[in-house]
């Protein structure tokens, strides 16, 4: 028996707005430490680009970058998760659990505890003035909390058809020539290196899920703690941001693994 004319156009109508709606959802980024620098530039990036975006950050109140760039776009989701903090990355998963998330980014960490340039904050990583207690600081906002990320987010990135891990590491932590020519740092390039080798590890684990690992170089950016610095030769975040979303769009799984700068060209572990 043949379906009358008004039961077969329901049906067709429910066919294509599924269809639709399929054609339509929008990709979904979750972006730590979002609020300046790098973080605010991919969260702007990805939301001008209409990807839903989940912009995390840690202030006890929400930055007014963030209420601006939420207001400017709808699709702009603000929360707060500090990366030290396990409850709040666990709290934030739970509230995320039913949303895939196809490129998650590990953005949020820690270069110095201070003014970049201030002497005493130089000594503080320096070879005969290092300050142990920074230790535990470095380690766990540059390692501990992008792991645990990793981990509390990876359902979400198996629900996704292509879902990526996007590390924001850095060549100061480069243990192959050339060095980094600043001799200070020291905590700073540890929790580099360690990032770098546990996001390999990462990487082997996640090759059964189809689920990319990538650790990115961003290149020499003037952020918020470099802004008053007279480095030559920076980059705008957004410059950096511009080329690391179209390396990241054209990443598969053969990419997984490797250490590479903004541009896409592999480095030196």
């Known amino acids: 028996m043949l379906p009358d004319k ?3 156009s329901a049906v067709l109508t429910g066919v294509l707005l599924t269809g639709l709606t399929a054609l339509c959802s929008a ?3 979750l972006v730590t430490g979002s609020n300046s620098g790098i ?3 991919f969260a702007e990036k990805y939301a001008s680009m209409g990807w839903d975006v989940i912009a995390t950050h840690r202030r006890s109140e929400t930055p007014e970058t963030l209420k601006e760039l939420a207001q400017k776009y709808d699709t702009v989701q ?7 903090n396990n409850a709040e990355i666990d709290s934030l998963a739970q509230k995320m659990k039913d949303t895939p998330i196809d490129v998650l980014i590990n953005n949020a960490g820690v270069m110095v505890i201070g003014k970049l340039g201030d002497p005493e904050v130089t000594a503080a990583q320096e070879f005969g003035t290092l300050d142990y207690e920074q230790f535990d600081t470095f380690m766990h906002t540059n390692v501990m909390g992008p792991i645990k990320i990793a981990e509390a987010f990876v359902d979400n990135l198996r629900a996704s058809k292509d879902g990526k891990i996007v590390n924001i590491s850095s060549t100061a932590g480069s243990i192959c020539p050339p060095i980094s020519p600043f001799r200070e740092g020291y905590w ?14 990462l990487a082997y ?9 990538i650790m990115f170089h961003p290149g020499g950016v003037r952020s918020e703690k470099l802004k008053d610095i007279k480095f030559p030769g ?15 769009d054209s990443l598969t799984m053969i990419d997984s693994g490797k250490f590479i700068d903004y541009t896409g060209k592999p480095q030196p572990f």
């Open 6 to 8: 008004k039961s077969f």
């Open 27 to 29: 990709e979904t980024v």
């Open 39 to 41: 973080g605010f530039a």
């Open 78 to 84: 603000v929360e707060r998760m500090d990366v030290t």
């Open 188 to 201: 700073y390039k540890a929790s580099k290196v360690a990032l770098n080798m546990m996001m390999k590890n």
């Open 205 to 213: 684990d996640l090759k059964k899920d189809d689920i990319v690992v």
């Open 234 to 248: 920076l980059m705008e975040p957004s410059e950096s941001v511009g080329s690391m979303v179209e390396v990241i």
